[in-house]
């Protein structure tokens, strides 16, 4: 066995996850998916004439912190008919090489063929010799993707309007 051989780098898993909350409790819905899945570039679908590569997230691979959630989740977006959230970034954004403290980013949100677009300051690390990290969040509200934030109960229980995505993807 040769002892000089370096093993190859690698690199952690990407992950989405969205927070939100009630006037009862906190959810949070995390995707974790590989590099592959940070490739396909596309024409966004009017929002914008420019060419952006597509993070397409399918609603029925994340895992939920609340099973009652995601019945409730898939309602609310109408995942049977829209099954994906997309997000929309730049190419350049995975190509650069920095450890700036931030940077902003122009993404586009895709819920329910509602597209809402978001300056980001997204922060660029080192996590070791050939692997950097891209990590930011943004907020978005659901009236922004014309959703109405769901009342239960006789609207004793309400779901914020506000939800949180946070990202760290690595190239």
């Known amino acids: 066995m040769n002892h000089n051989t370096i093993p190859p780098e690698v690199k952690p898993e990407n992950k989405i996850s969205i927070q ?9 819905l995390s995707l974790e998916f590989n590099q592959n899945e940070l490739k396909s570039t596309t024409k966004l679908p009017d929002c914008s004439a420019k060419d952006y590569r597509v993070l397409n997230l399918p609603v ?20 049977k008919n829209y099954p994906f959230i997309r997000i929309y970034y730049p190419p350049d954004m995975l190509e650069k090489e920095t450890d700036k403290n931030s940077q902003e980013c122009n993404l586009i949100v895709e819920i329910r063929n509602s597209c809402q677009k978001y300056t980001v300051p ?16 943004l907020n978005v509200k659901l009236t922004d993707f014309h959703l109405q ?13 506000n939800l949180k995505i946070d990202f760290y993807l690595y190239f």
Request: hydrophobic fraction near 30%; aromatic fraction near 18%.
């Open 20 to 28: 939100g909350s009630s006037n009862i409790s906190d959810f949070t």
């Open 60 to 79: 029925s691979d994340f895992s939920y912190s609340n099973p009652l959630m995601k019945k409730d989740f898939y309602h609310l977006i109408d995942a």
């Open 122 to 137: 997204v922060k660029y690390s080192r996590i070791s010799k050939n692997v950097y990290e891209v990590q930011g969040n």
């Open 149 to 161: 934030p769901k009342k239960y109960f006789f609207g004793l229980i309400k779901v914020n309007n």
